[in-house]
């Protein structure tokens, strides 16, 4: 690289850094996040359990609370149980095309939300995930009037 590029190279990674800094002192506001994950195909939950290992790499704790396909072992729950700041919860006693018992699958997923609800109002549980939990609206399980206070109510750090 030239002498002419790498000062080009400065100056534009000084102008970028300048812009980012300025971003970050104009915040005023620190809050948890809201994100939902969704949408057809693979990497939700993976996304999701990201953002657990995360939380425990700060030294914080997590809750995961997994409807419908709660009945599998997966590998990330295997893996997580090992830590002592996950709470990791099974909610569902799995696919709905399995199970075929709308009204133990609607008893299942009430029961998950009563814990799910119970960890979003704990200001000591940093990440809350809800694995799965649009399901339990679009299958009529809950009602998203019932999900909703309780996630605008969580603590305002948590995410």
């Known amino acids: 690289m030239s002498t002419a590029d790498s000062v ?19 915040a005023q506001e620190d809050k948890g996040l809201l994100l ?5 195909g ?3 939950s993976s996304s999701a359990f990201g953002m657990v290992a995360r939380t425990l790499g700060y030294g914080r704790k997590a809750a995961v609370f997994q409807f419908i396909k709660g009945a599998e072992d997966v590998g990330e729950r295997a893996f997580f149980a090992r830590h ?7 909610c569902g006693e799995g696919f709905t095309w399995e199970t075929q018992d709308r009204d133990r699958d609607i008893a299942a997923a009430r029961a998950g939300w009563d814990k799910a609800r ?12 809800l694995d799965e939990l649009t399901y339990l609206v679009t299958y009529r399980y809950l009602d998203l009037a019932e999900i909703m206070p309780a996630i605008e109510a969580r603590p305002a750090m948590q995410h």
């Open 84 to 90: 002592p700041d996950v709470t990791w919860e099974k």
């Open 36 to 40: 939902v994950l969704t949408g057809n």
């Open 8 to 26: 080009r190279h400065k100056q534009r990674a000084q102008k970028q850094k300048a812009a980012v800094d300025a971003r970050i002192a104009a």
């Open 42 to 44: 693979k990497g939700k």
């Open 118 to 129: 119970a960890a979003l109002a704990d200001p000591g549980i940093h990440l809350v995930v």
